[in-house]
């Protein structure tokens, strides 16, 4: 039996095969994720930290550089007593998040580029809002950041918000020292309703 092959076929084939040996080595981040889940608060609040870390390549000539950074997200529901926010007014949620990071590294706990902060609650009547900032304290070194929502309630009737969900996702961490790994990292959360 013989078997034809013809040359165009054969050049495509080989231009697959490069093209799916190239693509796997031209990723450029790679992450690796690792979970916990605590409970923290004498009211039973749910907190899941995720630390992962970003390698970044770059090629300058010959010369090419790997530069690891550490990200982090939290996710923090609350379980107070429901907050409920009075007829046409407001309150306002206050957390504080503190950064312990074990191990040795650059550590500066700022917001990255792709930073997102969302709140989630179980419902939200029509002409209620929520606004909601971020804050961290300038300078090197830095373990803590701020999140203040606002829930803005215009109705005639009181609004049960409920428990809400915070999510504060891709945290920049830092960089850790020179083949230390990854880091331990808790948080430590507190929370003030106005």
């Not at 907190?47 to 790997?66: A, C, D, F, K």
């Amino acid at each position: 039996m013989k078997i034809k092959i013809d040359v165009k076929m054969l050049a495509l084939l080989l231009i697959g095969i490069l093209i799916g040996v190239l693509v796997p080595f031209s990723v450029f981040y790679a992450n690796t994720l690792t979970s916990k889940k605590e409970e923290t608060g004498g009211e039973g609040n749910t907190t899941i930290i995720r630390v992962y870390n970003v390698y970044e390549i770059y090629e300058m000539g010959e010369l090419v550089q790997i530069v690891t950074g550490y990200f982090l997200d939290v996710e923090h529901r609350l379980y107070p007593d429901s907050i409920t926010v009075p007829p046409h007014s407001s309150v306002d949620l206050g957390i504080e998040y503190t950064c312990n990071i074990g191990g040795q590294g650059d550590w500066n706990v700022q917001p990255s580029d792709k930073i997102e902060l969302t709140v989630e609650v179980p419902r939200m009547p029509s002409n209620c809002s929520i606004e909601n900032f971020l804050d961290t304290p300038s300078g090197s070194g830095n373990r803590e950041f701020y999140v203040t929502i606002t829930f803005n309630n215009l109705n005639d009737e009181a609004w049960n918000v409920g428990r809400p969900l915070v999510k504060v996702l891709n945290m920049f961490l830092g960089q850790p020292a020179e083949g230390a790994g990854m880091p331990e990292v808790e948080v430590a959360i507190e929370t003030y309703i106005s």
